[in-house]
C-alpha cells in the first residue's frame, strides 16, 4: 500500500508516471508544491476570465449593431463560463470557489496583467479578442497537455470557445481596417496600445521566471515562456500587416534564416509595477468586483437558507 | 390592406420593447450574484435582443427599413417601447420582478398569437414561443423562491414588485389602430392580454408571499395602481434618451459605415 | 449568516437519446431545479442536448486510486475474454 512507502519512492513513482504523460487526478497522491502550484496557476487563469468580463462588459451597452452587440454577450457570457470551470478545477484541489473569490477581492491573489489595462474604444473590443485571444490560445493549447486531469479538460473546452472569439474579435477589426478613416485610426490605435501587454501575457523570459523550472518538469506547462511567446508574435504579425496595419515595434520583422518574427522585448519593470497593483485599472476592476460580489450577497444566502429549511424539513 | 399601419406600430412596440429589455438585460453580464447567474441572464439578454430581431424583420417586410437602422438611427423620441423596459437594471430583484412580469406578457401575447391571421406573426410566435418556455422557468423560479425566502429577500422583492407592477402595466397600453387589428382576428387587443396577464401573475406573486395592487371582487380585477403609461405615444423622458445615446453612441461615429 | 457559492452538483449530458450520459463538470447551485437549469446555461447552450442529470457531488462515491486493489485481477479470467475461444465454425457450400 501506498503508506508504506518514503516520501522519495512517491515522488520518484509521481514523476516517472508524469514524464510518461499521464495524467494527474484529484485523488492521486501528488507533492504538496505540485497542488500549491496548480492551485495558483489554475486560480489565477480563473480570475483573469472573471475580472477579463469587465474591460469587454463595459462596451456592451454602446456596441454598434445587433450582431456586434450579441456576439460580445455571447464572448463575456463565455468568459463568465471559463471562470466558472476553472475555478472548480482548482476546487478538485482542495480549495473552495468562496476563498478563491475572497483572496481575489481581498487583492491576495493575481490575475493575468493584461486586464489592468483600460478600453477606451470600440476597437479595444475587437483587438482583446483578437490579440489577447490568440496569445491566450497559443498558451492554452499548450495547456491542455498538461499533466493535471482537470485542467486539462477544462482547457480542451476553452480552447474550442476562445477560437471563436478570435474570429469574432478578428471580423470586428477587419472592418474597421477596411473602413472610414476614423475607424481605421481606432483600430491602429487600440492596437498600438494592447501590442505589449499582449506580449507579456505568456509571462516573462524563463530566466526570471522562478516558477517554470518546476512546472516543466512536472509539466504543468510543457513548452517555455519565450517559446509561446514567439508562436505568438509568429502568428499575429502577418495578420495584422495583412489588414494593412502596423506593428508598433520598428524591430519586428522575420529573420530570414529562422523564419520566424524577431521582436522587442517588453518593459518587463512595467509588467512588475503594474502586477502589484500599480496598473491603470487594477484599483477600479477590483474594486467592481467587490461591489458586485457584495451587491449579490443577499441572493446567495437566501437561496442558500431556502433550501435549507426545505432540507430540514424533509 | 388597410391594417397595415396598425400592423406596423404592434410589431414596432414589440420590437422597441425587446430591444431595450435585452439592452437592460445586458447590463448584468459580468454583474451578477454568481457566476451561474451572470450565464443564465446573459442568456436571457441575447434571446431578447434576438426576438427584437424578429420583430423588426417583420416591420421590414412592410416597410422596407432595416432593423439596425431602426434600432441605431432612430431619434430616442421616436421608440414606441412601453416605459417599463427602459428603467435602469436596479438591484437583482427588480430585475427578477421585471423579467417574471415581461415573460408572462410575453407568454400571453404569443400565445395568443399561435391563432394570428397574420401568418408571418403567427409562425414567429411558435418559435419565439420555444425559447421562452425556459425564460419563465428562470424568472419564475427566481421570483417564487427569493419571494419569502429571506426576511431581506422578503423585502427587496416587495419593493421590487411595487415598483414594477404599476410600470408593467404599461405594456398593455392601447396601440394605434388596435381596433382593426383586433376586427381583423390578427391578435386579441390589450385589454384581453392584460386580463390573462393578471391571471397568470397575481397568483404567482401571491404564492411567493407578495402583495400586488389588484383585488378580485366578484370575479373581476380591479387594480389599485396608476399604470405608467405613454410609451407607445412616445411620451418619453430624459431617461430614454440617455439609453438610447448609449445604445447608438458608437454606431453614431461613422453612420451608414459597416461595423 | 455566512456567505456562500452554493453546493456543487455533478453534470451528465446526453447528446442524444441511445447515448450514454457523460459527466461534463460541475456547476453551483442552490437547489436541483436550480442546477438543471444551470447545466444547461453552461454546458449546453452550444452543444446539442437532449437530456441533462444533476447530482450534489457529496452524493457520489468514489473509489480511491491510491487502493490499487480495488481493481487488481490476479486469478486467471481468460473464460471472460472473447478471444478465449474459437469463433463457430461454418458449413462449407
Known amino acids: 500500500m501506498n503508506a508504506e512507502k518514503t516520501y522519495e519512492e512517491k515522488l520518484a513513482e509521481f514523476e516517472s508516471r508524469v514524464a510518461r504523460g499521464e495524467k494527474v487526478e484529484p485523488g492521486d497522491w501528488m507533492p504538496e508544491d505540485y497542488r500549491k502550484t496548480l492551485i495558483r496557476m489554475i486560480g489565477q487563469h480563473a480570475h483573469s476570465e472573471i475580472v477579463g468580463q469587465l474591460p469587454e462588459g463595459k462596451w456592451i451597452p454602446f456596441a454598434p449593431g445587433f450582431r456586434r452587440k450579441l456576439t460580445l454577450i455571447a464572448k463575456v457570457q463565455d468568459e463568465a463560463g471559463h471562470g466558472q470551470l476553472l475555478y472548480r478545477a482548482a476546487e478538485t484541489l482542495g480549495k473552495s470557489r468562496e476563498e478563491m473569490l475572497e483572496e481575489l477581492l481581498a487583492g491576495k491573489a493575481k490575475y493575468a496583467n493584461v486586464f489592468n489595462y483600460p478600453t477606451p474604444t470600440w476597437a479595444d473590443v475587437g483587438v482583446i479578442g483578437w490579440l489577447v485571444d490568440t496569445a491566450a490560445v497559443v498558451n492554452q493549447t499548450m495547456l491542455s497537455q498538461t499533466s493535471y486531469g482537470p485542467y486539462a479538460r477544462a482547457m480542451k473546452r476553452i480552447c474550442y470557445e476562445e477560437s471563436f472569439h478570435i474570429k469574432q474579435g478578428y471580423d470586428a477589426v477587419a472592418v474597421l481596417a477596411k473602413g472610414t478613416p476614423e475607424q481605421r485610426a481606432m483600430a491602429q490605435d487600440a492596437i498600438n496600445r494592447w501590442w505589449y501587454p499582449t506580449l507579456m501575457m505568456s509571462g516573462p523570459p524563463d530566466t526570471l521566471s522562478t516558477h517554470s523550472q518546476q512546472s516543466l518538469k512536472w509539466r504543468i506547462k510543457t513548452k517555455t515562456n519565450e517559446q509561446v511567446r514567439q508562436e505568438y508574435v509568429d502568428l499575429i504579425a502577418p495578420q495584422i500587416r495583412a489588414l494593412g496595419l502596423s506593428v508598433p515595434d520598428n524591430d519586428c520583422h522575420v529573420d530570414e534564416k529562422t523564419k520566424h518574427w524577431h521582436y522587442t522585448q517588453p518593459d518587463w519593470d512595467e509588467l512588475k509595477r503594474v502586477v502589484n497593483g500599480d496598473g491603470p485599472c487594477n484599483k477600479e476592476r477590483l474594486g467592481v468586483r467587490k461591489q458586485v460580489h457584495e451587491d449579490g450577497r443577499w441572493v446567495r444566502e437566501a437561496l442558500a437558507a431556502r433550501q435549507r429549511r426545505k432540507e430540514a424539513v424533509a | ?259 | ?93
Open chain 3, 1 to 93: 449568516m455566512s456567505d456562500t457559492q452554493w453546493d456543487a452538483y455533478e453534470v451528465f449530458h446526453q447528446k442524444k437519446k441511445g447515448d450514454p450520459h457523460i459527466h461534463v463538470g460541475a456547476v453551483h447551485a442552490p437547489d436541483p431545479q436550480m442546477a438543471l437549469q444551470m447545466a444547461r446555461d453552461q454546458f449546453a447552450r452550444r452543444l446539442q442536448c437532449v437530456s441533462l442529470w444533476v447530482v450534489n457531488s457529496r452524493h457520489i462515491t468514489e473509489t480511491d486510486y491510491q487502493d490499487e486493489r480495488f481493481f487488481a485481477q490476479w486469478i486467471d479470467k481468460s473464460y471472460r475474454d472473447p478471444k478465449a475461444f474459437g469463433a463457430p465454425e461454418k458449413e462449407e457450400p
Open chain 2, 1 to 259: 390592406m388597410s391594417n397595415t399601419l396598425a400592423l406596423q406600430s404592434l410589431l414596432l412596440a414589440m420590437a422597441d420593447d425587446e430591444l431595450m429589455l435585452g439592452h437592460r438585460d445586458g447590463e448584468w453580464t459580468g454583474y451578477a450574484p454568481i457566476l451561474e447567474e451572470d450565464i443564465a441572464f446573459s442568456n436571457v439578454a441575447q434571446d431578447e435582443l434576438g426576438h427584437s430581431l424578429v420583430w423588426y424583420t417583420l416591420h421590414q417586410h412592410l416597410t422596407g427599413k432595416d432593423p439596425d437602422a431602426m434600432a441605431f438611427e432612430r431619434a430616442w423620441n421616436e421608440f414606441t417601447c412601453c416605459r417599463f423596459v427602459t428603467y435602469p437594471k436596479g438591484d437583482f430583484a427588480y430585475a427578477v420582478v421585471r423579467q417574471y412580469l415581461f415573460d408572462e406578457a410575453e407568454q400571453v401575447r404569443l400565445n395568443a398569437f399561435a391563432d394570428s391571421t397574420y401568418l408571418p406573426i403567427k409562425e414567429a410566435s411558435v418559435k419565439i414561443l420555444r425559447e421562452e418556455a425556459y425564460h419563465l422557468m428562470h424568472s419564475q423560479g427566481l421570483v417564487e423562491r427569493l419571494g419569502d425566502a429571506t426576511e431581506e429577500s422578503h423585502r427587496r422583492m416587495q419593493t421590487a414588485v411595487d415598483a414594477a407592477f404599476p410600470q408593467a402595466l404599461g405594456m398593455f397600453e392601447k396601440l394605434d389602430g388596435e381596433d382593426e387589428l383586433i376586427a381583423a382576428g390578427i391578435f386579441p387587443g390589450n385589454r384581453d392580454l392584460q386580463a390573462e396577464w393578471l391571471k397568470r401573475v397575481v397568483p404567482v406573486l401571491n404564492g411567493a408571499t407578495l402583495a400586488v395592487p389588484v383585488k378580485d371582487p366578484n370575479g373581476s380585477c380591479v387594480i389599485h395602481a396608476s399604470p405608467d403609461l405613454g410609451g407607445r405615444k412616445k411620451n418619453h423622458n430624459e431617461r430614454l434618451k440617455q439609453l438610447v445615446d448609449d445604445l447608438q453612441a458608437v454606431y453614431r461615429i461613422a453612420p451608414g459605415a459597416k461595423w
